[in-house]
């Protein structure tokens, strides 16, 4: 969908709010795609939208592609389901937010979903005949974090996609954690954050002996990772030592350290959840087997966080094209008639064939550069008068700032 | 996107839950549209989902047709905000959830949008030439319902599509809230429940005399209303007497009473919130102005539950073509290499065209049959030995429950 700038609500500032510490929420306070309604709580407008649109369908293709069906679990949770795995202790899961029923008894917020998921599919796995399948949501978690001082990277409230997979054997659980992961390799890859994210071993649980995060390399993370840049190895500071070096074959010599956010993480959780919560199937032999399970996050605005993180400039975002709010941002500089009829023209002909934000502002060109700048749109067309008499355009590509002159009729090259 | 129903890993159910008291809930539940987390909170299974976005994004079209802008607020209410309103007070908003920070400070669980809207949109109208102009979302939000046994009629928490306008006069918002009102015409006709929905005079609030709900006809309802079928004029009960009946000019003896479903409501808000909360303009003449704000509400998991009350019969759901979750259910009869080749032809062939859910199972024909039925696919397709040795399918029609027979190379023509 395509755009005027004039009728865009939301309006570029020059200023972050001064309580705003985080660079990644100061440029998409300061380019209006976000709002901050409090510490660690931010509202997404137009702009901030269509990104993380964008990002969810990068993700939802890669889990479809993996047979992932699409569900919608809720937010209020009851009691009794995370008694029965002992979470609903605030010593266990320091991070709930709790509220309570006006008709009697006490509900959290959910901070994750292994409970109501293991739950909810219980009902339809009577036989290993129902098994191999695998769940997935876009759900808004809800944690009461202590700390909230890394801009959408860390919120009190955010979209998370988790997928969870079930299975009769640990097998079928190996084979399919291996597809998730390559599966995450493409999603960072597609957003752009590729080259700097590693996937990285971190600590497993009862059932593993380790689970793997993807953390990319930033100044802003908060994690701590050693990094073979050459072999894209990676060991979470959490479970580096020289036994786990030895046991991972990780040549101590070659990593180094960085700090880094974590954009995704997969788990083989094996029955912590089926057998607490009673998950459980009849085998071939008419047995019943608890269900074998997984499970794989990325926060959405996250990813759309360390992408400004790591990727903007001093004049303000990048955006990777895949990514971007638009694909093309068409500045008109002057407000001749000419210049107008000739933008106007333009602004069509583009549309028919890719994403554009028009700046059809009557405003100075220098406002609408810095603007453009700091919105972070791939490509500039920029239509000025001086052009227009030898029927030329201007390209800028935002990441290289490389400008080039084409001629109007080549318009097509660029899309 | 198509599937293949062995894959689904909901089943459909013989029974409801017994605790389930709304037909709409029990119908979604046997058929595996939704599960329930508890009263009045449902969890959206694959094919509820799918029915869910396809009403959202019927609702999205014609919100962009208006220029309306996406966001996205949060769920985490500030206290401070909703007290300059005078709406944080249990005994003014009687279905607050509200939660603490753990780091000190009480929060609220967002039941509407109208204060943070306001308090977000304040900071980009500097002057009356920023105006008019409309900002929409797709967002939970939480109510704390002393009662919810209306199935997803009325719910502790679900999506609302909430629009605000804003503008300089009265007179652009009279002219905004008719467009609207037109858009919540179409909606409701594409979602295939217009015939049976009023546009209802409701009472209004300090700025307007009336405001407009659209109200559907329905026993399952909690609202009553009078209506003239005839030239569908409808008014609700609360501001039903004389006096108004004559102020807008409504002959008394042509309404009949009905029980009904508020399914959308448009309200002109004047300067309700953008007083209390600053949310000003400067006039051409230099003036500070309040700016004058409208609110057009629509639940889709009400109006997928309205769909499934009204619209279903005995055998299970009928899904209006634009919002069923698949165009087509293909069945297939039998076991045979012949038959299972053919079936599989068929699927590939109009998996090209329309959205396909193919009934693949090794599973008696009355079984698929009931399962069909219940599913509520609007074309049934169905493909077995009898037919395949004439080279003829059974094209069923669930609404009607008619049935025809077309040779194979006629399969184009149900598309």
Redesign the interface.
């Known amino acids: ?1 395509n755009m005027r700038q004039s ?5 570029t500032r020059r200023e972050a709010p001064s309580d705003e510490v985080s660079k990644n929420a100061a440029l998409l306070i300061r380019a209006g795609f976000i ?1 901050k ?2 510490a660690g ?6 702009l901030g ?1 269509r990104v ?1 649109h964008k990002i969810e369908n990068i993700i939802r293709d890669e889990m ?1 592609a993996l ?1 992932g ?10 009691k009794e389901l995370w008694e029965k795995t002992n979470r609903w202790n605030d010593e266990i899961i320091d ?1 709930w ?7 009697g008894g006490e ?1 959290g ?1 959910g901070p994750t979903h292994e409970e ?1 998921i293991t739950n ?2 219980e009902q ?1 796995v009577p036989s290993y005949r ?1 098994l191999p ?1 695998s ?1 997935y949501q876009f759900q ?1 978690k ?1 944690r ?3 700390r909230a001082s890394s801009g959408v990277i860390r919120t ?2 955010f979209v998370m996609k988790d997928l969870y997979s ?1 299975h009769e054997s640990d097998k079928s659980l190996d084979q399919f954690y291996e597809k998730v992961s390559d599966a995450y390799v493409n999603i960072f890859e597609k957003c752009g954050i590729g080259k700097n994210t590693y996937k990285t071993f971190a600590s497993g649980g009862v059932f593993s002996k380790y689970s793997h995060e993807f953390q990319t390399v930033s100044d802003a993370g908060e994690d701590t990772v050693y990094i073979n840049e050459e072999s894209k190895v990676a060991i979470n500071k959490e479970v580096y030592n020289d036994e786990v070096l030895f046991d991972l074959k990780i040549d101590k010599s070659k990593l180094v350290e960085k700090k880094s956010i974590e954009v995704g993480n997969i788990f083989k959780l094996g029955v912590k959840f089926s057998e607490p919560l009673s998950c459980k199937f009849k085998n071939e032999s008419g047995e019943d087997m608890p269900v074998v399970m997984g499970c794989y996050g990325i926060g959405p605005a996250r990813v759309l966080g360390t992408i400004v993180e790591t990727l903007s400039d001093e004049k303000g975002i990048v955006w990777p094209k895949e990514v971007a709010p638009f694909d093309v941002h068409l500045l008109r500089l002057g407000e001749t008639e000419e210049v107008k009829v000739k933008a106007e023209e333009i602004y069509k002909k583009l549309s028919e064939k890719v994403e554009v934000l028009y700046d059809d502002r009557d405003l100075r060109a220098g406002e609408k550069f810095a603007d453009a700048d700091l919105l972070g749109v791939p490509i500039q067309v920029i239509v000025g008068e001086k052009g227009l008499k030898e029927n030329t355009l201007e390209i800028k590509d935002r990441k290289t700032g490389e400008v080039k002159n084409i001629h109007m009729d080549e318009l097509h090259s660029i899309v």
Chains 1, 2 share one sequence.
């Open positions: 969908m009728q865009l609500f939301t309006k709002n309604e409090m709580v931010y509202d997404y407008l137009p939208l993380l479809n047979g069906q699409e569900v919608l679990m809720s937010t209020l949770q009851r991070v937010f709790k509220t309570n029923l006006k008709n509900l917020l109501p909810m599919v339809f129902n399948f769940v808004n809800f009461n974090e202590i009190r409230e079930f």
